[in-house]
């Protein structure tokens, strides 16, 4: 009886690890559940340059069902086999496994090895394979409610899987290509929510965003973008932005002056900052572990600038004079509707 009262109480989150301090200890967590991993959370940072699109995101796997434990070794960037010059963000709940109890491993790798029941990012990078056009031909439409019919079957068979959502918000989908010909970038998205009223899950909020090289430089957040505008920009976290990095966006400079180092720069310290922000204030999902970055341009493939496991080039930081604006672009202010803060 005491053995069975303990499971319950390690079960409830009240025995709890964090991976990152102790990565070899195996907590009891829930089995035969569909538990919502690894992509929960997620910062994806888009900023555009003279030589491309430059594109960062984190690695942070939040584990919701085991408050304080999370695996900081996602890929959360993919790339597609074709078409060309095309990347594919999953940001939210879009990864769901199947986890099994194993006490003789840790959880990141049983995170990692368990079954998946969902799995929005591969459905879109299929999806994207086989049509093999470019994003800007899509039907988002279409391609929406192919998540939404993912997320309907999987319901089927675990009715109380998404219930803890209702009225939420469940993931968002990002894609970007880039035309190298005429200096172009696409970046086309969509969400995914469970309204409160009908619980009917729908595909909702498409949008299409184009920057070219006469366009003003911003920074797009995606994912926890609130929380980087909110908590971080405007907030406490503002102590972590980079003033030497961020002084060179200047309200008013083109994409075709911005050189690619500056531009590497400014998405990975808007994702550092985020991470350090959490510190203080915590997000409402996890952002840390290594920043991954790929750059859409000349080639045919996008290019791993920096890339876990991979070695990392080094980049020279630009300096300006102080007093300039920074240009924050959040994924509600669309239309050119941009928010403009000093340093």
């Known amino acids: 009886m005491r053995k069975i009262i303990m499971l319950l109480l390690m079960l409830l989150g009240i025995v709890t690890n964090s991976l990152a301090q102790s990565p070899s200890a195996a907590p009891i967590y829930p089995a035969g559940a569909a538990l919502p991993s690894p992509a929960t959370g997620t910062l994806v940072a888009i900023v555009d340059s003279a030589k491309g699109l430059v594109v960062a995101a984190d690695s942070r796997t939040t584990l919701p069902w085991l408050p304080g434990t999370f695996c900081d070794d996602a890929y959360k960037i993919l790339i597609p086999k074709r078409p060309q010059r095309t990347v594919i963000m999953v940001t939210g709940n879009g990864n769901w496994i199947d986890l099994k109890p194993n006490l003789s491993t840790d959880i990141c790798s049983a995170v990692r090895s368990s079954p998946q029941v969902l799995d929005i990012g591969s459905l879109v990078k299929s999806y994207i394979e086989k049509t093999n056009s470019k994003i800007s031909k899509l039907s988002l439409t279409e391609l929406g409610e192919r998540c939404v019919t993912a997320m309907e079957k999987l319901q089927i068979s675990r009715p109380l899987v998404f219930q803890s959502l209702t009225g939420r918000e469940v993931f968002s989908v990002v894609?970007?290509?880039?035309?190298?010909?005429?200096?172009?970038?696409?970046?086309?998205?969509?969400?995914?929510?469970?309204?409160?009223?009908?619980?009917?899950?729908?595909?909702?909020?498409?949008?299409?965003?184009?920057?070219?090289?006469?366009?003003?430089?911003?920074?797009?957040?995606?994912?926890?973008?609130?929380?980087?505008?909110?908590?971080?920009?405007?907030?406490?976290?503002?102590?972590?932005?980079?003033?030497?990095?961020?002084?060179?966006?200047?309200?008013?400079?083109?994409?075709s002056e911005v050189p690619l180092d500056l531009a590497v720069a400014a998405a990975v310290n808007t994702i550092e900052a985020a991470s350090r922000t959490t510190a203080l204030v915590p997000a409402t999902s996890g952002i840390g572990g290594p920043i991954d970055v790929v750059l859409l341009g000349d080639q045919s493939r996008p290019q791993k600038l920096r890339w876990k496991g991979q070695p990392q080039a080094t980049n020279t930081m630009h300096q300006s004079p102080p007093g300039d604006t920074l240009t924050v672009h959040t994924p509600q202010s669309r239309a050119g509707q941009n928010q403009s803060a000093k340093p």
Do not use: C
């Open 175 to 255: 894609m970007a290509d880039y035309d190298p010909k005429t200096r172009v970038a696409l970046i086309r998205n969509f969400v995914v929510r469970i309204d409160a009223d009908s619980k009917e899950i729908q595909a909702t909020r498409f949008s299409t965003d184009t920057i070219s090289a006469g366009d003003k430089w911003v920074v797009l957040p995606f994912g926890e973008s609130d929380y980087f505008f909110q908590t971080v920009y405007h907030g406490v976290g503002h102590q972590f932005i980079n003033a030497a990095i961020f002084d060179s966006m200047i309200a008013g400079k083109h994409v």
